[in-house]
């Protein structure tokens, strides 16, 4: 990919775009006269302007309809799960049936766990990327703990090289392959939230069903981001959020996936809930779980509309828009950007991202060795919102279905005063 840092140029390519109509279709945050631009999708996805007249549908068939709206509702709420399965699936790269959504991120990885981390004898390791998302770490240390097992020796985290910032591939799999006597489970981000580094999802999970392991991913930085291939890669199971690349709004409703192997088989067990129960006899009321096929038989509880409602209105973009031409802009985005950072020589940063651009999504995580801090400040007060995670890293994520090529120039325009 060839580039040029003028501002001429940059806005030769939004006129090019294929997506340039979708920005239009979101709210950006500041007040009249204050263009801000909004590099924090991989954080918090901006508002679509359709939610609010999809949740204002949703409250006028509560007040007019009432339980009716079970049925009635314009988008009838007893099936509302279902609203989400083909959107979904084509991100995804999965079937229908194999996704839903659910609960929250963090709830969904225990409640995946609780079915897909089985350890008995010498099996009962978890392996993940070092570093990995907090509440990641949280759930695998409490759930070996669960077991009664010592983290420190039932969790295998694997580290980047010394003097390197992110993972290789190969040493991925080889700590698989060495572990492959222990191993329950390999639980990898999909892309790390820190560094951004895009894992070989398919390698990963070939290496560790080689391995006898199950292969899970959190893939909270990755749904909407960049296309999967979940169920032809093999992946056994994902869960992630909504509210990052997905734009459904503050702790929006996660998704999750499960291949169709495990849609029937009781040898996994999960928690039952009536509306994980087959829906024909959901409302039998009988004794007798029987779970619907697919990730369906996974959910628990009455579908959460008000908590599902925005990312509805936001599949309807995404649809639209298609993820690959997505993914298509989000690479020439994201390398422009990088580009334009190259041209910067009056500050000193390391772009902890790898530079190839099929190891990463539409993130790049900048690394000041000084004054991070500081700078994020001087962003933040020229319009910039990006967030800063210490000790001294911005991240940028340009978001393909709302940021223009001219936001990217303009991000550069900022960095070159600070
Ligand atoms: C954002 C994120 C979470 C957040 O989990 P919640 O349960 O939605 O709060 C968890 N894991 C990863 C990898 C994330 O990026």
Not at 344 to 350: A, G, T, V, W
Request: charged residues 25%; hydrophobic residues 40%.
């Amino acid at each position: 990919m060839s580039f040029e840092a003028t501002a001429a140029y940059a806005k030769k390519q939004d006129k090019k775009d294929p997506l340039k109509k979708f920005r239009k279709e979101f709210h950006f945050p500041g007040g009249k006269g204050e263009k801000r631009i909004y590099f924090c999708g991989n954080s918090l996805g901006l508002q679509p302007k359709d939610v609010e007249k999809a949740i204002k549908q949703e409250l006028k068939d509560w007040k007019n309809l009432a339980v009716d709206g079970y049925l009635h509702a314009k988008n009838p709420w007893l099936y509302y799960q279902h609203y989400f399965r083909k959107p979904l699936s084509k991100i995804m790269g999965c079937k229908k049936e194999e996704v839903t959504v659910m609960n929250a991120l963090t709830v969904n990885l225990h409640l995946l766990l609780l079915s897909f981390y089985r350890p008995a004898g010498v099996r009962y390791k978890i392996m993940m990327e070092a570093g990995a998302f907090p509440s990641d770490q949280y759930a695998a240390e409490t759930q070996v703990g669960f077991y009664g097992y010592d983290p420190a020796d039932a969790i295998i985290e694997i580290a980047p090289r010394e003097g390197e910032k992110t993972l290789r591939t190969e040493d991925i799999l080889n700590a698989i392959e060495e572990n492959k006597d222990s191993l329950a489970l390999v639980l990898f981000g999909g892309i790390n939230y820190y560094t951004g580094q895009l894992f070989d999802i398919k390698a990963i999970t070939e290496a560790a069903h080689t391995a006898g392991a199950i292969a899970g991913f959190d893939l909270a930085h990755v749904a909407g981001n960049v296309p999967m291939r979940l169920h032809y890669w093999g992946v056994d199971f994902a869960a992630w959020c909504s509210y990052k690349y997905l734009n459904a709004g503050p702790g929006a409703v996660s998704g999750i996936y499960i291949h169709e192997q495990y849609a029937n088989d009781t040898r996994y067990r999960r928690m039952g809930g009536w509306w994980g129960n087959d829906e024909k006899t959901r409302f039998k009321m009988e004794k007798g779980f029987i779970p619907q096929e697919g990730a369906g038989g996974w959910q628990l509880s009455t579908a959460q509309v008000f908590n599902m409602v925005s990312l509805k209105a936001s599949l309807n973009l995404f649809d639209e828009a298609g993820i690959h031409a997505l993914r298509h802009k989000s690479l020439r985005l994201t390398a422009y950007l990088e580009f334009l950072l190259h041209q910067l020589h009056h500050i000193s940063f390391e772009i902890l991202t790898p530079a190839d651009p099929l190891q990463r999504g539409a993130q790049l995580s900048l690394f000041f060795t000084e004054n991070g801090k500081a700078i994020h400040q001087r962003l933040t007060g020229k319009g910039l919102v990006v967030d800063y995670r210490e000790p001294g890293v911005i991240r940028f994520a340009p978001a393909p279905l709302y940021n223009s090529f001219e936001d990217v120039y303009r991000v550069y325009e900022i960095l070159k005063e600070v």
